[in-house]
């Protein structure tokens, strides 16, 4: 039995990205408010969950990145009825490219300490972003070579 696509859960990806004590998160406006979020977004046909995390970022924040470590797996039933399996990567920034527009729908990108985002919990996209944020600070890291991934 085959299910409408609109019925499968949608594969996205998302960075964890810390330096200096401050997380990396991008401001985006998203049904109809402005909220904050990791760099994210989805996995593209063909695409491995590295590449589209390191597409993601630059098309977000102007930044190049480095993933290092899974930070896990989360699924999302999000209010708008489509459910999210999200697979959270850690990664170190190598380079920054200032004259970078960033995606449509993004403000800005910006450097917020774990203070600074508790006092935004109530505009993050979704209870993910401060959970995968909590269980990076707790030491919480997979390898990268758990994903397996076939062309």
């Given at each position: 039995?085959?299910?409408?696509?609109?019925?499968?859960?949608?594969?996205?990806?998302a960075?964890?990205?810390?330096?200096?004590?401050?997380?990396?998160?991008?401001?985006?406006?998203?049904?109809?408010?402005?909220?904050?979020?990791?760099?994210?977004?989805?996995?593209?046909?063909?695409?491995?969950?590295?590449?589209?995390?390191?597409?993601?970022?630059?098309?977000?924040?102007?930044?190049?990145?480095?993933?290092?470590?899974?930070?896990?797996?989360?699924?999302?039933?999000?209010?708008?009825?489509?459910?999210?399996?999200?697979?959270?990567?850690?990664?170190?920034?190598?380079?920054?490219?200032?004259?970078?527009?960033?995606?449509?729908?993004?403000k800005?990108?910006?450097?917020?300490?774990?203070?600074?985002?508790?006092?935004?919990?109530?505009?993050?996209?979704?209870?993910?972003?401060?959970?995968?944020?909590?269980?990076?600070?707790?030491?919480?890291?997979?390898p990268?070579?758990?994903?397996?991934?076939?062309?």
């Amino acid at each position: 039995m085959s299910l409408p696509r609109e019925n499968l859960p949608h594969a996205t990806v998302a960075i964890v990205i810390e330096q200096d004590n401050r997380f990396l998160l991008v401001h985006e406006f998203c049904d109809g408010r402005w909220v904050y979020n990791q760099p994210a977004g989805h996995i593209e046909s063909g695409e491995s969950v590295t590449e589209a995390a390191i597409r993601e970022a630059r098309e977000e924040t102007a930044w190049d990145i480095k993933p290092t470590a899974i930070g896990g797996l989360s699924v999302y039933h999000a209010p708008n009825g489509i459910s999210y399996l999200r697979t959270t990567l850690i990664a170190e920034t190598t380079h920054f490219h200032p004259e970078q527009p960033l995606d449509d729908g993004i403000k800005e990108a910006v450097w917020l300490t774990y203070e600074d985002i508790l006092d935004k919990k109530d505009s993050l996209r979704s209870p993910i972003v401060l959970k995968v944020i909590e269980d990076y600070r707790a030491g919480i890291r997979y390898p990268l070579a758990l994903i397996y991934e076939h062309r």
